[in-house]
């Protein structure tokens, strides 16, 4: 997409979160994209703990439950959950809550979008995003590229553009 379609593409994608049932976390998050950047704590090593994409799902669709409440750290399960903001949620913990709390879907009924990586023994999560619909055509996701980066809204076939060619995409509603 070309910097004039971007511009065209851009007021779109923000109706789609105004319009989202997300909008209230979501929106938020547009407003201030630094905070993701910023630290959350510390490990007991003094390493910084900083929010991840999963973190950032998780915090934007309301399900902070799925790894507990509050403000913890839970050492075996990997994650770290800050209230008020999105926290780091590791892989494998967040394909546990696609593969129990969420089914597949086609994209027209999808909240959610993984990107996994199917050219291995073992397919694993690598990115989640929230997908809040189309825009011009293009799907829009609005997420954290990595841990520790901006939170931002994407045109979904520039994102899967940027992904290796390894990467397939699954779409997923939470389950009634």
Not at 23 to 30: E, H, M, N, S
Not at 39 to 62: A, M, Q, R, W, Y
Not at 119 to 141: C, D, E, F, N, W
Request: hydrophobic share 40%; with cysteine.
């Amino acid at each position: 997409m070309d910097d004039k379609d971007f511009v065209k593409w851009v007021p779109e994608a923000l109706a789609l979160v105004r319009s989202s049932p997300y909008a209230g976390r979501i929106w938020p998050l547009c407003a201030n994209p630094n905070l993701g950047e910023e630290e959350i704590d510390k490990l007991p090593n003094s390493e910084p703990i900083k929010s991840n994409c999963h973190g950032t799902v998780l915090f934007c669709i309301g399900r902070e439950d799925f790894v507990m409440g509050g403000l913890q750290y839970n050492k075996d399960l990997h994650y770290f959950i800050s209230a008020g903001r999105p926290g780091f949620v590791k892989f494998s913990l967040m394909e546990k809550f696609l593969e129990g709390v969420c089914e597949e879907v086609e994209e027209e009924k999808a909240v959610l979008a993984g990107f996994w990586d199917d050219k291995i023994a073992s397919p694993s999560l690598s990115h989640t995003a929230v997908y809040l619909g189309k825009a011009r055509g293009m799907g829009v996701l609005f997420h954290q590229p990595d841990k520790g980066r901006k939170f931002c809204l994407t045109p979904f076939d520039e994102y899967w553009m940027a992904a290796t060619n390894q990467r397939s995409t699954r779409f997923y509603a939470l389950k009634k």
